[in-house]
């Protein structure tokens, strides 16, 4: 007993610190990342970084402007086929379910065509909402719910393919190769709404434009009249062509 007495201590002292190590683990693990940086200047200019990393995984090619552009922070392109200005905006601030994300330039709105596309980064969420800039013109705060499915910007979250110039559910191109031997495939022909021709009523038609073109040589030529023309239309070809 006296000997199992130290090691009862020494094995609670151990599951102590164990604990409190969990503790503070799980502390860091529930903070999120960025939380901590309280200048809001700062806070803008990591989440930019943020940005520019998450844009690589994506496929894109993130570039830095000279200067200070007024209206983007970023420009990125996807294999050359396109170049995007990107504004990017974060935002800590919730207020009930809504994350209020600012996207004025200092206490005014973005001028028109300012920019093609807004990123903005719910950094609590860790989300991001690709937002174009016909969706927020005019706008100086929008309103994010990333937990509230069908909300009024839910389309826009994650949504990176808009950064590639691509439509969710469309093949830009199809490639085939010629060389290869396909079976040609027929299809069966597709019956007709429309009742099939009347022989007869055809007939019919083709004896009326032939009176036609008959009276018309005749008023042309000058020696019949309408009237005169329709009593002396050959009664053979009337009644071979019209009935």
């Not at 013109?137 to 990176?160: C, F, H, I, N, Q």
């Not at 036609?212 to 050959?234: E, K, N, T, V, Y």
Request: proline share 8%; aromatic share 10%; hydrophobic share 35%.
């Amino acid at each position: 007993m006296a000997r199992s007495g130290p090691r009862f201590l020494l094995r609670a002292h151990l599951l102590q610190i164990g604990n409190l190590a969990l503790k503070k683990e799980d502390r860091c693990v529930k903070k999120p990342r960025g939380m901590n940086i309280k200048n809001s200047k700062d806070r803008g200019a990591w989440a930019e970084m943020c940005f520019a990393l998450r844009a690589i995984e994506e496929g894109l090619r993130p570039a830095r402007p000279w200067g200070e552009p007024s209206g983007y922070d970023s420009l990125v392109h996807h294999k050359s086929t396109r170049i995007f200005r990107v504004q990017v905006k974060s935002t800590i601030y919730k207020m009930g379910r809504c994350y209020h994300c600012t996207i004025r330039t200092g206490n005014h709105p973005y001028k028109k065509d300012a920019f093609d596309f807004i990123a903005a980064y719910v950094i609590p969420e860790d989300v991001w909402y690709i937002l174009p800039e016909k969706v927020v013109r005019g706008m100086s705060t929008v309103g994010l719910y990333p937990a509230m499915a069908g909300a009024k910007y839910d389309a826009y979250k994650e949504a990176w393919h808009l950064l590639r110039g691509e439509t969710p559910g469309f093949v830009a191109r199809i490639e085939a190769c010629t060389e290869e031997d396909f079976p040609e495939i027929t299809f069966p022909p597709t019956p007709s709404a429309c009742p099939a021709p009347d022989p007869i009523a055809r007939k019919r038609i083709r004896g009326i434009a032939s009176f036609l073109q008959w009276a018309r040589d005749r008023i042309r030529s000058g020696s019949r009249g309408p009237d005169d023309c329709s009593a002396r239309f050959p009664l053979f070809q009337a009644l071979e062509d019209v009935w």
